[in-house]
Structures are given as C-alpha cells and as structure tokens.
C-alpha cells in the first residue's frame, strides 16, 4: 500500500468591482439577481466580499456586467 498523502489548501482572499459595475449599469440588486438566476441576498454577500461565487455565477455576472471576469474579480 502506498502512502497517504494530504494536501494544504491554498486559500486565496478575492475581492470585486462588482457593485461599481452594477451601480455604472443602473441595476439594483434585485435586477441583478433576476438576471442572474439568484436571490437578491446572493447578490449582497458576494458584493460584500461574504460569499465566493461559483464559476457559474461568476460568468454570469460578468457578462449582464458586460466586463471580463479577471476585471470583476481581485486576487490579492
């Protein structure tokens, strides 16, 4: 039998423009979450740094935000 092996998670803080972009747009959270598929809720944690977006929804915002995802979204 072979070694167990255990891994570190990398946890890396992430930070987004996507209130600023919301905001440029007009939208309110409540627009953006319909448009998203998501409560208004989802939408208010994930501004608020709270809450890490799937993928999913990260593409989707970013597209109803008519920006790249590497521009919504900080990796610090």
Known sequence: ?????????LVVPMN???????KRLGLTQNELAAE??????????VENNRYDP???LAFKLAKILQT???EL???E
């Open 1 to 9: 039998m072979g070694e167990s092996k255990t891994f570190d998670i």
């Open 16 to 22: 987004n423009k996507i209130k600023q972009f919301r």
């Open 36 to 45: 998203c598929g998501v409560t208004r809720q989802t939408i208010n944690c």
């Open 54 to 56: 799937t993928l999913e």
């Open 68 to 70: 790249k995802v590497d």
């Open 73 to 75: 979204f900080i990796y």
